[in-house]
């Protein structure tokens, strides 16, 4: 364990808790979903193969230190004991009054909670039947993810990263649009407007700006253009030589 | 196709296009992914082995219209030649300059692009190495999922799920927060009332408003609690039944 490690199992993610699951696969790739958005903190029930279990430790690959650190209890409420809200994720109606929330809600709740020093813990069911009532009962509030109504296919482990996706998504501090600058610089003020210039120039005397009416706004759109693509110092070199080549050939 | 089959895939939802998959497993698995979330509108490039692909139907299940309906192409131009704008998704920054965007601002553009009548695409790379720079050189702009920079393991149907959910989560009309009703009736204030009654004459004749200075708020804090716990008709009968029950076992 690195210390890097330390820090994201100490963070106050969301507890995923898996009852009862079946496949030691899933469980190693509900792992590497949850590790995918900084989730790390696994609690298991009753898992029906037995623990540790290979098949998940070769199917979470990178993310063995979540299963490695699981924790393991013979039912729910023992793995639920130290948790202040507990979510629990259901596709059906339940006969359970009870909120039903999106994920999106719920993680935003989840991160209110944990602000406070609240443990949250999210409950996934077993891959066949889903949680039973009397999981569902122990929780405070349900999560449904609202899939198309005619067709809902969701494995558990697309369950957890949906879950850990909207945890992750909701406190990042990714801005939601950047330009790549990929190594390279934008272009100036003053070699934009030099390649304004340059094009402007041959285009007057190619009778480009035509009728004389409309030429002061083909010249505000050209500007507006060179202004508006983002280039590069690069670009704005290739463009003024396409120009000087294009010219070059057609005088010949 | 039923009536219902033409409307899915009329929806101006975007156009998935899967380039060089190599797996028809992943083909299928990502055909569910889509249909979870309403996205239909499939187009493949240069399948490594080839169309129809029955591994990939078998994958699909009920999601197999998503595939009977995919265009093929044999090359990404041919697939995206009908498309107003494009967004490649890929995990790594490349030497290119071009926007970067979230899922979410991304799936933000792409319902103001349908709502304007304009086809979009999202383009999703072969599994093992992800979309080629002549890929993403044609497309508007690029998608990143923000994942844990120490852990990346999106696979090809997590990624087009996350798309395609992100996709429905902002058009949805899905209320954030509803308390299931479960086919029963909440109680009313007077049922509410008479429950606070019940408990409040019994606890006082059992001395529980002590010392006299805080009784009033004490009454004020049962009265609150009763109204907050979103009570059902049965649950109000269930407590007058238990408060009954247990001054009857005490009087014996």
């Not at 209110?112 to 569902?136: I, S, T, Y």
């Not at 330009?179 to 009778?207: P, V, W």
Request: aromatic share 6%.
């Amino acid at each position: 364990m690195t210390p890097k490690d330390d820090e994201l199992f100490d963070a106050p993610t969301p507890v995923m808790v898996l009852v009862r699951p079946q496949m030691g696969e899933n469980i190693g790739a509900a792992a590497r979903a949850m590790l995918n958005f900084g989730c790390a903190r696994m609690r298991l029930v009753a898992p029906r193969d037995g623990w540790p279990n290979p098949k998940a430790t070769a199917m979470a690959s990178g993310a063995s230190p979540v299963l490695e650190r699981a924790g393991v209890f013979d039912t729910l409420p023992q793995a639920i004991g130290d948790c202040d809200y507990v979510y629990a994720t259901t596709a059906r109606g339940r006969g359970l009054t009870k909120p039903v929330l999106t994920p999106e809600r719920a993680m935003q709740q989840a991160r209110v909670l944990a602000a406070e020093g609240k443990r949250v813990a999210v409950l996934f069911g077993p891959e066949r039947a889903g949680l039973e009532n009397e999981d569902v009962a122990r929780a405070n509030a349900i999560i449904t993810v609202p899939v198309n109504p005619a067709f809902y296919s969701l494995n558990l482990a697309q369950c957890v990263l949906l879950v850990a996706y909207e945890y992750a998504r909701l406190g990042s501090d990714t801005p939601p649009e950047v330009l790549a600058m990929a190594g390279t610089d934008f272009a100036t003020s003053i070699e934009r407007e030099k390649l304004g210039d340059h094009f402007e120039d041959r285009l007057a005397e190619a009778g480009f700006f035509h009728p004389p009416e409309k030429a002061q706004a083909m010249r505000l759109n050209l500007r507006n253009m060179w202004a508006r693509l983002h280039l590069t110092r690069a670009d704005v070199q290739t463009l003024h030589g396409m120009l000087r080549q294009i010219l070059r050939g057609q005088g010949r």
